[in-house]
Structure formats: C-alpha cells, structure tokens
C-alpha cells in the first residue's frame, strides 16, 4: 500500500456546505495520482476568502485535505506571520507525515525555508521535491535562492521543468502534467479542424500583473496601426487579480478589442483555446506554465516569453513564437507575424506531434514517478 503526503502552499477554500475545494489545476493533477498511490494527505494553505470558479473538490475520499493557516506574501509583516506560525505548520506536516510512507514537497514557496530543512531532517521518510518554478531565475528572492541551494545539497530526487546540462543526477527533467489522455485525443481533433481566417482570436491565461506581462500586452495593443488592430477580432483576458479595475478602465478608454472573463472553470478555459487562434504570455518568470501545453493542445499557438525552459519545449517559428525581449517593439513584431501568417505555415504550425503533447499527460507523470521516483 502506497500512502502520499503532499505539501504545498496551494489554495484551498471552505465551501458553505462544509465541504473543501483547490485550485482547480493542482487539484486535478493529485486526483490523477491516485492511480500511483492508495492514498493522498494534501496539507496547503486554507483560505477563508470566497472559493473562484476555477476551484474544484477532489473526486475520491481516499484524498484528504488538511489545512495550513494561509501564510505568504510580499511585505514584511507578511513574512513575519510566517515565521510566527512556522511552530504550528510544522507540527501539522509532522502529523500528517506519519500517517504516510512518501511525501512530495512543491516548491518554491514561503514556507519552503523552514519546511524544507525539516524533510531534509526526516531521513528515514522516502519522498521527493517538485520545482515548480525558474530554475534559472536571475535575482531571485532570497527564499527561492536558498530553497534551490538546499535542493542541490540534499539527495532526494528533485523534478523541474526543463533540461539542464549542469545539473546533478537526482535533479530530474520532468514535464508538468495538464491533460487527460481523452482530452488529447479531442484536441487532435480541434487541431485537424481548425481553421486560421480574420479577424484572429487571441487569448491570454493568468494572473492580471505586470510580471504575467498584460501591462506590456494592453500596451502593444494601444501602439498597433489601425489595419493591423483590425486583424484582430477579440483578446480573451482570463484570471483576475487586484489591478482589475485599473486594466478594464484602460482598455474601456482606448477602445480596444479586449474582453476580460474574470476566473473559468477548466471546462471553460479549454473551450476558449479551441476557439483561439493563439495565446499571448509575455511573462518575466515561469518554470513551463501548463496553460502553455494545454493550449497548444487545442491548436492555440503559444506567443511565449523566452525564460527558463520555455524555449526547450518551443522553437522558435517551429511549434510556437518566443519574444526575445520583453519589450513592446518585441513584442509587437511577434504579435504581427502572427497577424501576417498564412494559413498553410500556421496549420503547420500548431501541427504538433502525439508523442510531444503526450509528454503533459498524467499519465505519461505518473509512469516517470513509478519508473524514476519510487
């Protein structure tokens, strides 16, 4: 029997039935391990805010939610809370650890500076360590630069996005896992139906932020000469964050081609890949976000930031655009060979390979765990 605790700072909320709901990416992804392990204790963050439509319940009770007091952020007095409950968060993992025979730590987070030291610590408890974010971030916050540096020196394997050459053997290269083998199969049917006519739709998936690159993408938006603004039937805004009435505004003022959703359900964000034609994501920071691959799996061609392993996944005019720089004029030149496309060299394009897409797939993760984890 194989029991599984995960630790994270994912979020979670009270429904008010009583029952408890994730976020919807994370969520999916530990109800897939249930076909590696018999039983999951997921200990992350409880939030007392109001659940967004993205959330989702985990489909069996042999998956158990213990909560964590919703610790983090950027300021001061947000890292002090975290220190201040590190006595309690770690009492509740060590609980939860003994209920279990394996852990996995998702890192970088807050908590990682004092969570991870005490794994380290529990050397008799098998489990490993995924790295979720840049691996090659340059200015890193101090906390993720000393998470990192603790993960090369201990020997627990460790999985990140992306392949690099310099890394030791128990940092392994693995993909992070966003789709079901049935979603697959129906966006290789989307890809084979779809067609590249104008005016485009474009979309963008994310939190509303200057560092998820919308600022940079209203921007652009505002400076493209009428004929070119014209090829573009709508941007889907989806995800929200506190800056929201400040981008609507600016967008209602220039009279631009955007629409914001606000949260979507999975069910809905995949509905709006297959109606796109392309996803922008001109972001500072990523490991590899999954709704790169799921996008490209519905056809929706990636106009991605060349940061961390992005540009190991994406080639340049092959599968996808990278944005060499992050500035406006990138971004727009970018922007327009998509807009200038003709239909044969982007159906070529978003073309991609079974055996590429099926690198995301939870089941092809749950096969490398079995094979290089446990």
């Given amino acids: 029997m194989r029991r599984l605790c995960i630790i ?42 109001e659940a967004p439509p993205g959330a989702l319940a985990y489909v069996s009770d042999t998956i158990s939610f213990v909560g964590l007091p919703a610790v983090g952020g950027s300021g001061l ?13 770690i009492r509740i993992i060590k609980k939860a650890l003994e209920q279990t025979d394996y852990f996995q730590f998702r890192a970088p987070t807050g908590i990682g500076v004092f969570v991870m030291p ?37 020997a627990r394997p460790v999985t990140m996005n992306g392949f690099w050459a310099d890394l030791p053997k128990h940092c392994l290269p693995f993909e992070n896992p966003c ?23 474009i979309c963008f998936v994310g939190r509303l932020e200057a560092a998820k690159g919308l600022d940079l993408i209203l921007d652009v938006l505002a400076s493209l000469e009428p004929k070119m603004l014209e090829k573009i039937g ?43 034609h392309a996803i922008l994501l001109p972001s500072a920071s990523e490991g590899f976000p999954k ?20 540009g190991h996944y994406i080639k340049n005019d092959e ?16 922007l327009s060979k998509v807009l200038e496309m003709d239909e044969a060299n982007y159906k070529e394009m978003i073309s991609t390979p079974l055996p590429f897409i099926q690198r995301f797939s939870y089941r092809y993760y749950n096969e490398r765990i079995e094979q290089d984890i446990l």
């Fill in 118 to 154: 005490f794994l380290m610590l529990s050397k008799s408890k098998k489990g490993w360590f995924k790295y979720a974010g840049n691996w090659k971030q340059e200015h890193a916050p101090l906390a993720y630069s000393f998470q990192k540096w603790l993960l090369l020196k201990q």
């Fill in 291 to 310: 709704v790169i691959a799921e996008a490209m799996n519905y056809g929706c061609l990636p106009i991605v930031s060349q940061v961390s392993s992005i």
């Fill in 179 to 201: 789709l079901t083998d049935q979603e697959i199969q129906i966006g290789q049917q989307v890809i084979a139906a779809k067609t590249f006519h104008l005016p485009l739709e």
């Fill in 77 to 89: 007095a947000d890292k002090m809370t975290i220190v201040f409950k590190a006595p309690k968060i």
């Fill in 319 to 334: 599968n996808g655009i990278l944005i060499p720089s992050l500035t406006a004029l990138s971004l727009e030149t970018c």
């Fill in 8 to 49: 994270s700072h994912t979020e979670h909320y009270l429904l008010p039935d009583g029952s408890v709901v994730g976020l919807g990416s994370t969520v999916t992804e530990i109800n897939e391990l249930l076909a590696v392990f018999d039983s999951i204790i997921h200990v992350g963050m409880l939030h007392k805010t």
């Fill in 234 to 276: 709508a941007v889907h805004i989806v995800g929200s964050g506190s800056h929201l009435e400040r981008y609507q505004k600016q967008v209602a003022t220039i009279g631009l081609p955007v629409v914001f959703h606000g949260y979507l359900s999975r069910t809905s964000v995949h509905d709006m890949y297959k109606k796109s």
